[in-house]
């Protein structure tokens, strides 16, 4: 604060001792001492009467100084930024507070465009913002998007009112940032949402009809087979026989997949790493899978790095073979193969499932992966099938941190393929679809 300087009141009371002087002078040659004595008095008087004054005049000095201080710490420092604005969008004045947002020192930006700073989507909403402000002569307002050293971004709320002269824009502006991110986070959970609630639909569809399909035909075989069985023989009880059987196995297959898929949504399955032999994996779904292959006269073929090594987890892996293998006998012809490969680098390990059966439309594969887009397909030996295994591959090769696409051509054959990362860091969290 700007002390009084006490020099001056000084040199103001001698400057009036001196006039008054002079004065008693000019007239005391005329007085009597009476007079003399009384004027003596006045002088006085009027010498304390101007120390009071000027007493009065320094404590008015200092609340004056005191309250421009006050009010450059209010502008200065307020948590809103104030700008004066040219009607070209030139910054004539700030605040340190509209400096900061700006994330530049408040005298390199005297002069400087406001523009600058605004994002290219946003730049006619402020000079749309400006004409307003001078054309309608009323308080206006508009939200923008900065980006502050061309990296950060930010969103502000500009209020401008135009000045007396007609010449240049007040404006206020206040960081809505964090309101910003917080609507389009609601919004995202609002679409996500009603997502959510399609693919739940779509899943008790699933169930609906897929369940009841087979179960159906589990019911009129068995009944078909237990009120006829002593008109059958041997051959036909057998046929009825073995198509009971590969409707439950199928029936248990789509239940198995489905229970294992709802566990992954409630993140309660056990996720274990470890260095597994490919070789081995491979035998096992071989072995599981080989005489359905062989039943439909298709062979599966295995080619990778002798003693190639995995980091995974055992159950998961065979599960994402055994899908991608099951689904590639579904859709082979008679006579068709399947080649499953594993490339090592050092980075990842790159395993294809491929086969030279009908392929998939372009259009189906972009809905492969998505709950919501699941369809039931026959194979072609009018197999039965949800797509559920293809959303359990999609789970865990994730877990994994992985990846999974597929290539195909209708008519000659589909290659799935998923990478595993050669060292494990962190598991992704399941992202649950309903």
């Not at 009071?52 to 209010?74: D, P, V």
């Not at 998505?370 to 295994?389: D, I």
């Amino acid at each position: 604060m700007k002390q009084a300087n006490p020099y001056e009141a000084s040199s103001l009371r001698q400057k009036a001792q001196e006039q008054l002087n002079m004065k008693y002078l000019k007239t005391s040659s005329q007085l009597s001492d009476g007079e003399i004595l009384k004027l003596n008095l006045e002088l006085q008087a009027h010498q304390i009467e101007l120390e009071m004054q000027n007493i009065e005049l320094k404590l008015a000095k200092e609340e004056a100084e005191t309250a421009t201080q006050k009010y450059t710490e209010l502008y200065d420092f307020a948590p809103v930024g104030f700008f004066t604005f040219s009607k070209n969008g030139e910054i004539i004045g700030l605040n340190l507070g509209g400096a900061k947002m700006l994330g530049k020192e408040r005298l390199n930006l005297f002069g400087s465009r406001f523009s600058f700073f605004v994002s290219k989507y946003s730049k006619p909403i402020f000079k749309n913002f400006l004409n307003k402000v001078f054309i309608s002569r009323t308080k206006e307002t508009c939200e923008l998007k900065l980006s502050v050293d061309g990296n950060s971004e930010m969103y502000v709320q500009l209020a401008g009112t135009i000045s007396e002269n007609g010449n240049q824009c007040f404006a206020t502006m206040l960081d809505i940032t964090e309101r910003k991110l917080a609507d389009q986070a609601l919004k995202e959970s609002e679409k996500k949402l009603v997502q959510l609630n399609a693919d739940k639909d779509r899943f008790i569809a699933i169930l609906g009809h897929d369940l009841r399909s087979p179960f159906n035909g589990l019911l009129g075989l068995s009944a078909l087979l237990k009120e006829n069985i002593q008109n059958f023989d041997i051959e036909e009880i057998k046929n009825y026989a073995g198509h009971i059987n590969k409707t439950a196995q199928s029936t248990f297959n789509l239940l198995e997949n489905i229970l294992l898929w709802a566990r992954t949504q409630q993140g309660i399955i056990h996720f274990k790493l470890q260095k597994l032999q490919f070789q081995d994996i491979f035998k096992n779904i071989h072995e599981v899978l080989n005489p359905t292959a062989i039943e439909k006269n298709i062979t599966i073929k295995y080619s990778a790095t002798d003693h190639l090594t995995v980091f995974a987890d055992a159950n998961m892996l065979k599960t994402v073979l055994r899908n991608l293998t099951s689904n590639a006998i579904k859709f082979t012809n008679s006579g068709g193969t399947i080649n499953i490969s594993a490339v090592q680098t050092p980075s990842t390990i790159t395993i294809s499932v491929s086969d030279n059966g009908v392929g998939i439309s372009q259009d189906m594969i972009a809905k492969l992966f998505e709950l919501g887009q699941v369809q039931s397909t026959n194979g072609t030996a009018n197999e039965k099938g949800t797509g559920f295994g293809l959303l359990l591959c999609k789970e865990f090769v994730e877990k994994h941190n992985g990846n999974i696409w597929v290539e195909s051509a209708e008519g000659k054959g589909t290659t799935f393929t998923f990478t595993i990362p050669n060292k494990y860091k962190s598991s992704k969290v399941f992202r649950p679809y309903i």
